[in-house]
Structures are given as structure tokens and as C-alpha cells.
């Protein structure tokens, strides 16, 4: 029967294989047809369209030359002899033999490649028409398009084919710019693409019939083997009769509601087990049958739902229980259920104890991993995914180094590795990364688990997240640092300011008692301006501590507004130039140097910022000038604005240079005892530069004076700049503090 049905089937593939192969080849025959004028349609507009982008190139190019000749860079006949050249010699195609030509409006060649010719007015083509004239014609009305032609072949001039060509009037020099192509080089393409097409096919029919051969082959091999197996099934089935009487399983044959054969395990298994819980006495017989023909209609009625598979707990007379699984088959050949009897009730406790502990593990707060002994993840609980961000399908077959970052030493997972796998169990701090790149620390725990000979089979490791108490334990760290560094830096503040102040209140005391003992009103009153002075010192360092310690606070705001920058520079120069002694004035030039590229003076700027430190600056400038120029103002330079104060005084030495923002830097030099300086001038000045969002640079040499460059305090409303839009714009910086 089964060598019948194999024969049907190798007919049955053959009808439909065979059908197929010549319906396929038709299709494909039939699709080229169709698909042809479409191909030859577009391969005819892509040429065009290149024609058209390399005629157009060639007019750019003279374009390009008629703008150099208006510019009198070079004659008219020059730049005609330079395009003439490089035409001349222009070739494109698939063997170079395409050509760009140029004629002009009265209809004489100017450039052509393979023509002798010069008047082409009555040049015609096989059809009569009149080709140059007819080309002048399009390009004077539209100037450019396409020509359609008949022309000789450059191979063969005696065979004369179908030529498309595209015109474009070069207005200036009154020339006609023109290229073509054959028609026929489209056809070739084609002819080329449609053998390719071809060598397809026949490659697809050959694989196909191939494929059918081979598919033949292996029916009739299966047909051959099928033979040989119905042989050997009929000698197994004797043997499996013989051997139904040595199984564990219990087996039962039932036919027509009779119990036909049960072997000797059927009997062990049924033993104790209360079947029938109206009978607790009941026979080994009468349990079977009961049993038996429980399982019949239960697994009757199963069957008829594609379902021949019965498990149910059951009493023992003992008082234990027992999980019993019945597989029933049924026979429509003889009409006989093969019922086989399992006792599976300690692979179900067994079930029942996993299930109870994947429960707690799936509900656990704590990650929890299983691997195989090379590392590979056989298990993760959800909350090991909800932490990792990676999903469970993900993690499964990933080796465990998925959560390892670059940034744990070697030493420590070689130590890992040695503990589990001499069967010790390992703990410790990872820091790991998750599926986001985020670094996450965890404290892990890693046994190994073994199997019943003793062996570590897997790998169990639990994990919990420990980043924030790493991180308290950073801030801690931090925040202990910065109280100590806070401690050190308020004794250091209160030190120099002591110092700052007892300094000129010493010299104010010693002034006093000197005008007690002066007899002499000039004296007196010499005595009087140094006290006055020392009184402006002390009254500065306060204002400059009060601002220093709203820096600090971080309660200065900067308030934006327009104003106009040479007058605040003159303004500055207002404040200070009282301060100065009369003799330096006499010394001293004062320059004020504005740039004239900036036609614009308004700017956006907070203007006591912009007063504090430009006053700051200018002040130091006078301070250690002797003689020579102070000169400040402002430079536009790469298109930014940049202010300067800079002075020919004592300059700044390479070991002071790295100090002079320091807060109470008095620097080394004798000036700098000399002129009693705050060491407080340039800090606030550097500070409340970097509030305003700007910068400052400077360069000095010993001896030959100093120079102040500070950006970005300050935006230039000058359009000619493209700077700022406004007070509107910086206000998002009228908040910053330090």
C-alpha cells in the first residue's frame, strides 16, 4: 500500500513540476515583451539626459571664460582660441568617438571634430532636411533643445543612421553649442541587456529541471528505502511484544470495553492506589478494570479533541498519594486502545518544588543568574532583566560578560573564576554596565551548583544594586573634602584680609601721631593725603570683599541692556583719571584707541560688570606706570569684539605669571610693595569676566609692559558683524553666577 501510494505521488510531482517549468518560461518570455518599449523608452531619456548636463557644462565653461574677458583678465580671441582647443579635443562614449561641436548663428562651423566643412547652410540629411538651419532655428526661439537627425557614420560615412542631438545658443559670441548620440547605441544596449536576460532564462530553466532530476532521485530512493523499512517494522513488532513484559511502564491493551493485556508493572504501579474510591478493597482485577475503563472514556473523549494524554493525583491505602500519567493510543486497524501507566509522582514533586522556588526567585528584589560552567546565561529572573534593560531573550545564550565594563581590574574576575571553580563561594563588588551603557554597581554573590555525581554543573549568582550607596559613600567623600578645602580656604580669606586691613590702618595711625608732632601746615597736610589715601584703600578692599563674597554666594546677576561702548570707555576714563597722581599724569599719555571698522558703537552689556573691570584694569595700568602710554579701547578681530587696556609700565615676570589672578597675589617685585596693591583686582576681574560669559587673555614681558585682552563681556549690535540679537538673546545669561 505504502509503495502504491509512493508511485502516485512521483506521478502526481511530475504533473505539476513539468507544467510549472513551461509556465515559468512563459511568464518570463512574455514579461521581456512587455517590459522592452519601456526599457528602450528610458534608456533613450537617460541618454538625453546626460546629453543635455554635458552640453549644458560645456556652455558653463564659456560662460565662465566671457566673465574673465569682461573682467579684462584676458582678450576675447583668447578665450575663443582656449575653448576651440579644449572642444577640439573633447571626446566621450563607450569608445570615445561621441563629440561636443560649435557653429554659429550663420551657420558656419566654428568647431567639428570630423567635418572639413565650413558652411553647413545647405547641409541636409537622407529625409531632406536642412540640419544646421534647423538647429539655429530652435535655439533663436527657445534657445536650446533637441534636433533629431539623420548622419553619417564616422566608421562609415556611406551608411548614414538616425542621430539625436541637443543645442544651447551661446548668446555673447553668437555660437550654437551642440552633441549627439545614435539612436542605434540604445538599440545595442538593449540587444546587450536582452542576451544577459536570455543567459538568465536558460540558467533558470537549467536549475530548475536540476532541481526536478534530483527530486525524482530522491523519491525513488525514498520509494527503495520505504521497502525496505516495511520489512523491518514487521520484525519489530514482534520484538516489541517480547519486550512489553520487561518495561517499568505499566501496559494496558483494551478492546471493545475488555481488558485484554496488562503486563507485570501495570500491577506494581496499581498496587496500593484506591482507584475506585467507593471500594477501598478492591482486587488488582477489578482496580484495572475500573482503572482502565476510567481511562477509556476519559481518553475517548480526549482523543476525539486531538488530546491522548491523562495525569491525575490518586489516594494510597498508605495514606500518601500518587501522580499517575496515562497516555492512551488507539489502533483503527483492530479497534484496540494501547493504554500505557506511568508513575511519575517524584518527577512531579519535583515539578511542584521547582515551580515553588521559581516563584520566590521570579518575585525576588534581587537579580538572579544561572549559567552554564563556561559562563553562558541559561536563566535570568525578571528583575534581572528590569535592571539590565535587556530582555530575557536577549540575556538567554549570552555569556556573562554582557555586564562587564572596562573599568574592573583583571585580577578580580581571575579571583572569581578560581573560587567558583574550585566550588567556593565568591563575593564582592562589580561595577557592570547595563544595555543603555550605564555603569551600575552591584554587590554579587556567585555559588556553584552541583550535580548527583558531585560535579559543578551550573552557576547561580544573585545580585543586588548597590550605586546609590556608592554613591553616598562618594558624596560623603566629596563633601568631607570640601569642607576641609572650605575650612582652609575661609582661615586662608581671613588671614589676608586681616592683613589688608592692618596694613593701611597702621599707616593711618602712624600718620596721625606724625601730624601731632608736625609744627608745619604742609606737612600737615602732606600727612593728611597719605591718611586719605589709606582710607580709599581700606573703603576699595571693602567694596572689593563685599563683591568677592556675593561672588562666592552666587548672589551677583548680570543685568543686559544697550549702551554705547565708547562711551562707557570714556566713562571709565572719567573715574579713574581723578584717582591718579598729577605728576604721573604728566608722564603717564592716556590713549583711548577706537576701532573704525565698527560703524556701530551700541552694545549689549551689563554696565557695573563692564565698569568693574575695565576700572580694575585701567587702575593697575596707571599703578605700575612710570612713564610712557595707558592705552585702552577696543579692535575688532576676526570678526569679534575685543577690548584692550594696555600699558609700557613694569610688565609681569615668567615666575609671577602663573599667580596673577590668585586672590591677595601682591607679587615679588619691589613695585608691587611699593604701590601697596590689594592683591584682590585682578581675581574680581577674571572672576566677573567668566560671570558675563566671556574671557581674557594677556602677554608681558619684565620691564616692557603689560596687555589685557578681554572677549565676549560685551556683544556688538553692529550688523556689518553678525553678532548679537539683542538684550532679548543674552537675558538667558542674566542669572549666572559664580
Not at 479497534?335 to 508513575?343: R, S, T
Not at 540679537?725 to 542669572?735: E, L, M, T, V, Y
Request: net charge negative.
Amino acid at each position: 500500500m505504502r509503495s502504491s501510494l509512493l508511485r502516485m505521488r512521483y506521478r502526481q510531482q511530475w504533473l505539476i513540476l513539468l507544467p510549472g517549468v513551461i509556465l515559468i518560461t512563459l511568464i518570463l518570455c512574455l514579461s521581456y515583451l512587455w517590459v522592452r518599449p519601456a526599457v528602450i523608452g528610458h534608456l533613450l531619456e537617460v541618454k538625453k539626459i546626460a546629453l543635455k548636463d554635458l552640453v549644458t557644462s560645456v556652455w558653463s565653461i564659456s560662460e565662465q571664460y566671457h566673465k574673465k574677458v569682461e573682467a579684462g583678465i584676458i582678450s576675447e580671441q583668447q578665450a575663443k582660441d582656449i575653448l576651440i582647443a579644449h572642444i577640439n579635443g573633447l571626446r566621450y562614449g563607450p569608445e570615445l568617438k561621441d563629440y561636443v561641436w560649435l557653429h554659429n548663428l550663420d551657420e558656419q562651423i566654428v568647431v567639428h571634430p570630423f567635418s572639413n566643412m565650413k558652411d553647413m547652410a545647405r547641409f541636409k540629411d537622407l529625409d531632406g532636411k536642412l540640419v544646421v538651419p534647423s538647429m539655429n532655428e530652435i535655439v533663436r526661439e527657445s534657445g536650446s533643445g533637441f534636433v533629431e537627425y539623420y548622419w553619417q557614420l564616422k566608421d562609415n560615412p556611406n551608411i548614414h543612421e538616425k542621430k539625436i542631438s541637443y543645442v544651447m545658443l551661446f548668446e555673447p559670441w553668437g555660437w550654437v553649442i551642440g552633441s549627439g548620440f545614435y539612436e542605434k547605441e540604445t538599440y545595442a544596449s538593449l540587444d546587450k541587456l536582452t542576451r544577459q536576460f536570455n543567459q538568465w532564462v536558460a540558467f533558470a530553466i537549467a536549475i530548475i529541471s536540476i532541481i526536478i532530476i534530483f527530486k525524482m532521485r530522491m523519491l525513488m530512493r525514498t520509494y527503495s528505502k520505504s521497502v525496505r523499512q516495511e520489512e523491518e517494522i514487521a520484525i519489530r513488532e514482534q520484538r516489541f511484544q517480547d519486550m512489553m513484559g520487561c518495561v517499568e511502564m505499566g501496559v494496558c491493551i483494551l478492546k471493545d470495553d475488555e481488558l485484554v493485556f496488562h503486563n507485570q508493572s501495570a500491577d506494581e504501579i496499581l498496587k496500593d492506589v484506591i482507584v475506585n474510591p467507593n471500594d477501598h478493597d478492591a482486587t488488582i482485577e477489578s482496580k484495572l478494570k475500573y482503572l482502565l475503563h476510567f481511562v477509556h472514556y476519559r481518553a475517548k473523549r480526549l482523543l476525539d479533541e486531538s488530546n491522548d494524554f491523562v495525569e491525575s493525583w490518586y489516594n494510597k491505602a498508605d495514606g500518601n498519594r500518587c501522580f499517575l500519567s496515562t497516555h492512551a493510543i488507539y489502533n483503527s486497524q483492530v479497534n484496540e486502545y494501547y493504554l500505557h501507566i506511568y508513575d511519575n509522582t517524584q518527577a512531579e514533586l519535583q515539578k511542584l518544588e521547582i515551580r515553588r522556588l521559581s516563584k520566590i526567585i521570579e518575585v525576588c528584589p534581587l537579580s538572579v543568574v544561572i549559567t552554564d560552567t563556561g559562563g553562558i546565561i541559561e536563566y535570568v529572573n525578571p528583575y534581572a532583566s528590569k535592571v539590565s534593560g535587556y530582555s530575557m531573550e536577549e540575556l538567554l545564550g549570552e555569556k556573562t560578560n554582557i555586564f562587564r565594563s572596562d573599568r574592573m581590574p583583571k585580577y578580580i574576575f581571575q579571583d572569581m573564576w578560581k573560587t567558583i571553580k574550585s566550588g567556593g563561594v565568591w563575593k564582592g563588588e562589580l561595577l557592570n554596565v547595563i544595555k543603555n551603557g550605564e555603569l551600575v554597581w552591584e554587590y554579587t554573590i556567585i555559588s556553584p551548583l552541583f550535580d548527583a555525581a558531585g560535579k559543578i554543573h551550573r552557576y547561580f549568582a544573585l545580585k543586588t544594586d548597590i550605586s546609590d550607596i556608592k554613591q553616598l559613600e562618594k558624596d560623603l567623600s566629596v563633601a568631607k573634602i570640601k569642607a576641609e578645602e572650605s575650612d582652609r580656604i575661609k582661615t586662608s580669606f581671613l588671614e589676608n584680609v586681616s592683613h589688608e586691613f592692618r596694613t593701611p590702618l597702621n599707616a593711618i595711625s602712624g600718620f596721625v601721631d606724625l601730624m601731632d608732632e608736625a609744627d608745619d601746615e604742609e606737612e600737615r597736610l602732606e600727612y593728611r593725603e597719605h591718611i586719605k589715601d589709606s582710607i580709599n584703600n581700606i573703603t576699595g578692599l571693602v567694596d572689593d570683599m563685599l563683591e568677592i563674597s556675593q561672588l562666592n554666594a552666587g548672589d551677583i546677576q548680570v543685568d543686559y541692556d544697550y549702551w554705547n561702548l565708547n562711551e562707557l570707555i570714556e566713562e571709565v576714563v572719567g573715574e579713574v583719571l581723578p584717582g591718579v597722581d598729577t605728576e604721573k599724569l604728566k608722564k603717564v599719555e592716556v590713549i583711548m584707541d577706537f576701532d573704525s571698522g565698527l560703524e556701530d558703537p551700541t552694545v549689549v552689556t551689563d554696565r557695573n560688570r563692564f565698569m568693574s573691570v575695565m576700572m580694575e584694569l585701567l587702575k593697575n595700568a596707571f599703578k605700575y606706570t612710570e612713564e610712557g602710554s595707558v592705552r585702552l579701547g577696543y579692535e575688532i578681530v576676526n570678526q569679534d569684539l575685543r577690548l584692550f587696556v594696555a600699558d609700557t609700565g613694569v610688565g609681569i615676570t615668567e615666575e609671577e605669571a602663573p599667580y596673577i589672578f590668585d586672590l591677595f597675589y601682591h607679587g615679588n617685585s619691589h613695585y608691587f610693595t611699593l604701590h601697596n596693591g590689594t592683591g584682590v583686582g585682578l581675581n574680581l576681574v577674571s572672576r566677573v569676566t567668566k560671570l558675563m560669559g566671556g574671557s581674557i587673555e594677556w602677554s608681558s614681558a619684565a620691564g616692557e609692559g603689560t596687555r589685557f585682552n578681554i572677549m565676549g563681556i560685551c556683544e556688538s549690535q553692529d550688523r556689518n558683524l553678525g553678532m548679537s540679537d539683542g538684550p532679548q538673546k543674552s537675558a538667558n545669561r542674566s542669572n549666572w553666577a559664580i
